[in-house]
């Protein structure tokens, strides 16, 4: 089993930025992708940006730029940082982990965006 412990999650001006931070503990054989999703109220979950155990890369194409994905593989952490935040980037964030070819989900944090 996997435990994920989100943080760094809050409330923001437009253009302000946030680091999110998820940290995986628990049984872990290998961490092949970490990522991040995001739900907004009355929308599907969807994809903000993914990284693999290799450092390659995937992300939303509108979070390109703005957003960017990294990992430490030491920690077993991945991180999201969030820049020139518009209030449509509100949302809860999920961190995801595939491990053993099994998925995990955090429990989510809020980020609010809002003057």
């Known amino acids: 089993q996997v435990q994920l412990v989100e943080s760094g999650g809050g409330l923001v001006q437009p253009g302000g930025s946030l680091r999110l931070s998820c940290a995986a503990s628990?049984?872990?054989?290998?961490?092949?992708?970490m990522a991040w999703y995001r739900q907004a109220p009355g929308k599907q979950r969807e994809l903000v940006a993914a990284?693999?155990?290799?450092?390659?890369?995937n992300y939303a194409d509108s979070r390109k730029g703005r957003f960017t994905i990294s990992r430490d593989n030491a920690k077993n952490t991945v991180y999201l940082q969030m820049n020139s935040l518009k209030p449509e980037d509100t949302a809860v964030y999920y961190c995801?982990?595939?491990?053993?070819?099994?998925?995990?989900w955090g429990q989510g944090t809020q980020v609010t965006v809002s003057s």
């Open positions: 990284m693999a155990s290799d450092g390659r890369t």
């Open positions: 628990g049984t872990i054989f290998a961490l092949s992708v």
């Open positions: 995801y982990v595939r491990s053993s070819n099994t998925d995990y």
